[in-house]
C-alpha cells in the first residue's frame, strides 16, 4: 500500500495515521519499532534543519533499511520545506512525500510555489504524495514560555482551501484550526466545526493534516480524527521525552558509551510514540 491509499483507508475508517520527526537514526528506530508491535505505519518527517542535520541521502538510507528489517510501511516526508529548492532536494533524494509550507508567503506565491513542487514531484515519481499548506501556523516544537495568541486570520477558509487544491493539485492539505506548534502555556481549542467545513469542501481524495498535535488534549484530537484529520504530526511531545531520559540517564552515571546511556531514551520515545499511534486508532491495521 502506498501512503495515498492508506490516508484514504484511514479517512474513510475514522482513524489517523501519526507522523514524528527525527534527526537521529535513534529516533527512526523507535517510531518504526513502536509502529511494528502495533501493527501500524510509521511516517517519519525532517524539517529543512532535521534533514540538514541526518542529510537527506541517509534519511531515505534509513527509510529502506528500516523497511527491510521491519516489513511494514514506512513512509518518508520533509516536513514544513519553505521553498521549492529545499523541497526539490527532498524529491531528488527519494522522499516518499514532500511537505511544500509556503504559507508565509502571499497566496499567489503560495500557489505557484505548491503547483510547481507538485508537477516536480509527480513528473519523477507520481506516487509521490504531496502536501501543501493554507493558514497561518505559529508557534515552534518546542515548550513556549510566552503566551501565543492566534488570530482569526489565521484560520484556513473552507472555500479558499478548495480554491487552492484545485489551483495546486496537491495530495494533502495542512490546516490552520487554532493548533500552535510546541506545547503551548494555554490549551489550544480547536475549532472541529471549521475541520468539518472544510472536509465537506474539498475533494474526498486530498487528506487533511493537523500539524502541532503536542499538548492538545486528547479528546481534541479524536474529535479532529472523526471531523475528517487523516494524519496527525507530533514532534515536540517526542522531542521533550527523548531528552528528558536522556538528561535524568547522563545524570545519575558515569557512562559514556552512546549505546548504553541513551537507550533509555530510545525507550521513552518509543512508549510516547505508541501511546499517540493508539489515540490516534492507528493499531492493528495489518
Ligand atoms: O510538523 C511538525 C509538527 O507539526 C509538530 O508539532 O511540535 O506541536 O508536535 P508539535
Ligand atoms: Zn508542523
Redesign the pocket.
Known amino acids: 500500500m502506498n501512503l495515498t491509499e492508506i490516508l484514504k483507508r484511514a479517512q474513510n475508517e475514522k482513524w489517523s495515521t501519526g507522523h514524528f520527526?527525527f534527526s537521529e537514526s535513534d529516533q527512526v528506530r523507535a517510531v518504526c519499532e513502536a509502529a511494528a508491535e502495533l501493527r501500524s505505519v510509521a511516517i517519519l518527517?525532517t524539517s529543512e534543519g532535521e534533514a540538514g542535520h541526518i542529510g537527506y541521502l541517509e534519511a531515505v538510507a534509513l527509510r529502506d533499511a528500516f523497511r527491510k528489517e521491519f516489513g511494514i510501511p514506512i513512509f518518508l516526508n520533509s516536513?514544513?520545506h519553505k521553498s521549492v529548492d529545499s523541497a526539490k532536494k527532498a524529491v531528488d533524494a527519494g522522499y516518499d512525500s514532500i511537505h511544500i509550507d509556503l504559507s508565509a508567503e502571499p497566496y499567489d506565491q503560495n500557489i505557484a510555489g505548491t503547483k510547481a513542487i507538485v508537477e516536480y514531484a509527480h513528473s519523477k515519481l507520481s506516487e509521490v504524495n504531496v502536501e501543501g499548506e493554507l493558514g497561518y501556523l505559529r508557534g515552534e516544537?518546542k515548550i513556549q514560555n510566552e503566551k501565543i495568541e492566534v488570530s482569526e486570520a489565521d484560520y484556513t477558509d473552507p472555500n479558499k482551501a478548495a480554491e487552492f487544491i484545485a489551483a495546486t493539485g496537491i495530495n494533502r492539505l495542512a490546516i490552520a484550526v487554532g493548533n500552535i506548534?510546541?506545547i503551548s502555556k494555554d490549551e489550544p481549542n480547536l475549532d472541529i466545526d471549521r475541520i468539518i467545513k472544510i472536509r465537506a469542501a474539498v475533494p474526498t481524495e486530498v487528506a487533511l493534516v493537523l500539524?502541532?498535535?503536542?499538548?492538545i488534549p486528547d479528546m481534541q484530537i479524536k474529535a479532529a480524527i472523526t471531523a475528517g484529520i487523516a494524519n496527525v504530526?507530533?514532534?515536540?511531545?517526542i522531542r521533550v521525552a527523548y531528552a528528558k531520559a536522556l538528561r535524568d540517564e547522563l545524570q545519575k552515571s558515569d557512562e559514556t558509551t552512546p549505546y548504553k546511556f541513551d537507550s533509555p531514551a530510545r525507550e521513552a520515545l518509543k512508549e510516547v510514540i505508541k501511546q499517540k499511534l493508539t489515540l490516534f486508532g492507528a493499531v492493528n491495521l495489518f
Open positions: 520527526n518527517g516536513d514544513h516544537s506548534h510546541g500539524h502541532a498535535g503536542s499538548g504530526h507530533i514532534n515536540t511531545d
